[in-house]
Every structure is written in structure tokens, then in C-alpha cells.
């Protein structure tokens, strides 16, 4: 069994940051991408960045570049995303995962369909 426990969700003011954590344990996967997910009340889940295994490529979507960034650190097997400049619209459930699919076109980690394992989610709430 794989768990993903996700970590470093709360409450925060418009414009602050947070650093959001994913633990990775259990069953020894081969992981080629690590990705964060989030899901706002009545809305579907949405991508939001990616890391592939090698560390050596992260895609964002285009409301988070420039704000939040993913990395990873193998030794921990933990990832990161840090959020900065967050704004009331990136209030939601955040979810990290993991995909056990190699793609050569990065672009194909946007999908959740491509990701097999799945944290609880931590909940994010930026107020105005």
C-alpha cells in the first residue's frame, strides 16, 4: 500500500504563503511525476503543478505561474508546493499524487486520470 499524506493547509490573508508538504510511504513505487491538484467547494479538481521524477521538469497552470512552485526532495520522499502571493480564488482542497505513467510530453501530468495514488487533501482557505 502507497499513502500520500499531505500537509502545511490553513488559514491565511490574501497575499500571504504557505508551503504545503506530501509525504510519501509505504510500497516502493517507481514514481515518474508527483502532482498537485485542487478542488474548490462546487467545482471540479483542477491541475495546478507537477513534478517529473527526475526533478529536471515542473508545468504549471497558467493562474498559479509565477506565484507557486513544486519541488521535491528524494531523500525524504517528500514534494513540496510552495504558494506565494495567494489570492482568494486558490482557497480550496489540495490534493498531491502520484503517477506511475512515463510520458514523454510532460504536458500529459496535467490530467488526474494519469495518476494513480492520492493524498486526503489539506484544506487551504485565503481570506480578503
Known amino acids: 500500500q502507497v499513502q500520500l499524506v499531505e500537509s502545511g493547509g490553513g488559514l491565511v490573508q490574501s497575499g500571504g504563503s504557505l508551503r504545503l508538504s506530501c509525504a510519501v510511504s509505504?510500497?516502493?513505487?517507481?514514481?515518474?511525476?508527483m502532482g498537485w491538484f485542487r478542488q474548490a467547494p462546487g467545482k471540479e479538481r483542477e491541475f495546478v503543478g507537477a513534478?517529473?521524477?527526475?526533478?529536471?521538469?515542473?508545468i504549471y497552470e497558467d493562474f498559479v505561474k509565477g506565484r507557486f512552485a513544486v519541488s521535491g526532495d528524494n531523500a525524504k520522499n517528500t514534494f513540496y508546493l510552495d504558494m506565494n502571493s495567494l489570492k482568494p480564488e486558490d482557497t480550496g482542497v489540495y490534493y498531491c499524487?502520484?503517477?506511475?505513467?512515463?510520458?514523454?510530453?510532460?504536458?500529459?501530468?496535467?490530467?488526474?486520470?494519469?495518476?494513480?495514488?492520492w493524498g486526503q487533501g489539506t484544506q487551504v482557505t485565503v481570506s480578503s
Open positions: 513534478i517529473t521524477w527526475s526533478g529536471t521538469s515542473t
Open positions: 499524487s502520484a503517477s506511475t505513467n512515463l510520458f514523454s510530453n510532460s504536458y500529459a501530468y496535467r490530467s488526474p486520470n494519469v495518476y494513480a495514488y
Open positions: 509505504g510500497r516502493t513505487i517507481i514514481s515518474y511525476a
